[in-house]
């Protein structure tokens, strides 16, 4: 029927506004939890989602229109026909209600009599009605798909976003950095010359990495998903691609790190881990001078030895105001000795602990986003996401492997 396939497509249209404002509100949340800005990624999303929606609001007002003249025509011309049959017959025609079992029991006796009236009353009382069920018209229920979609990722980058990513220019460049400082010192007699050394600024070169995946999506999957397949390729894609840039960076940062002679036992106290940190972050300090935050980034492992020791219940006189795991996949899960613990899984081993300044390493980005090209030979649509990225250590002697045993 037309009518059937006017309200299927409207219903269609309704759900998959509603699945992109979920989706729309999820990115939102997702931010608000973090406390931060919607990046540029979620950004373009948000304006894929918000442009389809008015899209979809522009095709479906017309068809509600039709289905509600359908629907006033449908109930017009039902009441024409049931006054029309009353006419005709209005013994059949009338349901049969009794205003009292009395009236009932009456109806009983005089049928028994053998009046008309009344045996046609109680034939049209009684007559069992064929009963409809779902069971006898499968082919008109649509099958329903509950979102979102269920997706298991962890997107959030929690040691690029905590040394935040910097702008990464075109061309070859590098980052100057001072190897040799000028001299002071005690002048050996009156009118004796001074200490006098030359600065020496030379360059670290940076090199970017290209990050990037594609799938090629048929135009019949396009067309035909609810909620879009588009969508959900693009920010997996994009999901995908935070992925890869944080173990880039840390994995980086961490086969890079000095190592410090730090290492926390097999069966740590409270002050033994207190203790590793704080002896890594002497080193650290050394090593730029007092420059930047002091971090620290630890394997998802890690935070089983961390968290049982400093409980979240602020005690007297701790090292700690404590780890919660509610605070799980919100960035820094608590802190030790003012060093907030990161946790990422970025990384490449197991038990894998530093402590580092944010002077002493620096992340560069440049995100192309999402490419289309449409393939008319095969009715596809290929879709990429990529972007150039670079991690970049300034000063080895800032980040610190601590060994867990």
């Known amino acids: 029927m037309p009518g059937a396939a006017t309200d299927t497509l409207v219903s269609r249209y309704a759900q998959e506004i509603e699945e992109r404002q979920t989706f729309i509100d999820g990115l939102v949340e997702a931010a608000q939890n973090e406390s931060r800005d919607l990046n540029a990624q979620e950004m373009e999303l ?3 989602a918000r442009d389809r929606v ?6 479906i007002e017309p068809l509600r229109e039709t289905i509600r003249i359908s629907q006033d025509s449908r109930e017009r011309t039902a009441a024409f026909a049931a006054s029309m049959a009353a006419a005709r017959s209005p013994e059949v025609a009338r349901p049969v209600e009794y205003r009292s079992a009395g009236a009932y029991i009456l109806d009983y006796w005089r049928a028994g009599l053998g009046v008309d009236e009344a045996v046609n009353r109680l034939d049209l009382y009684h007559r069992a009605a064929a009963h409809q069920t779902t069971g006898d018209n499968p082919g008109l229920l649509p099958e329903q798909i ?6 298991f990722i962890d997107a959030a980058r929690p040691m690029v976003n905590a040394l935040g990513p910097r702008q990464l220019p075109s061309g070859s460049w590098s980052r100057p950095r001072v190897t040799q400082h ?3 010192a005690a002048q050996s007699a009156e009118k004796a010359e001074l200490a006098s050394r030359k600065m020496i600024i030379g360059k670290v070169p940076v090199t970017a ?3 990037g995946g594609y799938v090629n999506v048929s135009r019949q999957d396009i067309d035909w998903t609810q909620p879009s397949i588009m969508d959900l390729v693009i920010a997996d894609l994009a999901a995908e691609y935070a992925i890869q840039s944080e173990a880039t960076a840390v994995q980086a940062f961490f086969a890079g790190a000095t190592a410090g002679g730090v290492a926390i036992p097999a069966t740590p106290s409270a002050d033994n881990i207190a203790a590793a940190f704080w002896g890594a972050a002497a080193q650290v300090y050394n090593g730029v001078k007092g420059q930047g935050r002091l971090i620290a980034v ?11 020791l400093f409980a979240p219940v602020n005690p007297v006189d701790s090292q700690s105001t404590g780890f919660n795991a509610s605070a799980f996949g919100a960035g820094a899960m608590g802190s030790i000795g003012g060093i907030p613990v990161y946790v990422s899984g970025g990384f490449a081993a197991a038990k894998s602990l530093m402590v580092l300044s944010t002077a002493a390493a620096e992340v560069y980005e440049d995100r192309i986003g999402s490419l289309q090209v449409v393939e008319p030979s095969v009715l596809g649509v290929q879709v990429a996401y990529a972007g150039y990225f670079a991690a970049l250590i300034m000063e080895a002697l800032g980040i610190i492997k601590v060994t867990v045993t």
Request: net charge neutral.
């Open 46 to 48: 948000i304006g894929r």
């Open 54 to 59: 008015a899209v979809v609001n522009g095709m």
């Open 146 to 151: 509950l979102g979102p979609v269920v997706n």
């Open 182 to 184: 000028t001299q002071v």
């Open 209 to 211: 990495l290209t990050l």
């Open 298 to 308: 630890a394997s998802p492992d890690v935070l089983g030895i961390l968290g049982p």
